[in-house]
């Protein structure tokens, strides 16, 4: 579907969104990004995925100079155009809102003082939900050969426009015909998935991979252990391997527009009955019902 992009204050249709091959996120992948979606056409934990943004700026030396409220102002100059000239024709209620950050234009080589502007893109789409059923029957998931990358290495909580790992995981999946990959870290504990954070529930209680594994922190991860214990689902963080993945009674995922998505199996083994578990229902009904809030 049509989106309406803003590249530096401009704000054009697809077409006409134009950023330079010289541009060093383009040459060297050196950029950032947030993505986000509106429940009731506000951007959900809008704050929250701006401070992760600065945070994952800083983590490569980006500079961001512009404040909390430019950056919403440009958002939302740029939302207004898409809700005028798109989503009603669209038939769309919602927006997914991507912000990218790129070292901008320099030299062919990686000098940071010939780049002196950094690139900001605000993308605005209609939001495509997920089909209903991956929610009421639950999704398959796939154990990925390959592993997150080492903290050492591009930092996976640093939300850094260099996905190769995770296209590479996600294109696995998808020749095994599963909706994610799950990813091992270089202990070989659970980390996370390709595009998403990964829970397992056992006994009634969510557990998910410490952010010391070497994850993305994931707004709805931290969203859904602030909440879970109201939905009647206590949650934390764990150390956890594929035995506590294959000896769960239930795993989900969890992601902006994943929400809090049940998995019923992993590969050829079926997770719990095989159909989504309370813990996920009680959830995701309950996510949902704070992102309507607004919180
Ligand atoms: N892990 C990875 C690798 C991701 O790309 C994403 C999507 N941004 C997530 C987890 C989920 O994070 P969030 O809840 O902030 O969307």
Known sequence: MAAIINVNGRITDEAGAVVS?????????????????????????????????RRSAAGIQLPFPWSDSEIAARVAETMAVMERDVLRAADATENYARILLTRGIGELNYDVDACPRPTLVIIVKPHTPHPAERFTRGVKITVAPMIRNHPGSVDPAIKSNNLLNNVLAAQFARRAGAFEAVLNNYRGELAECSRTNLFVVRHGEARTPPLDAGLLPGITRAFVLEIGASAGVPAREAVLTDEDLFAADEVFLTGTTTEVMPVVRIDDHIVGEGTPGPAARHLLQEYRRRAALGA
Do not use: I, N, P, Q
Not at 25 to 48: C, H, P, Q
């Open 21 to 53: 091959v010289m541009d060093h996120g383009f040459l060297y992948g050196e950029g950032v990004y947030e993505a986000m979606r509106s429940y009731g056409r506000r951007l959900f934990l809008f704050d929250r995925h701006l401070a992760r943004m």
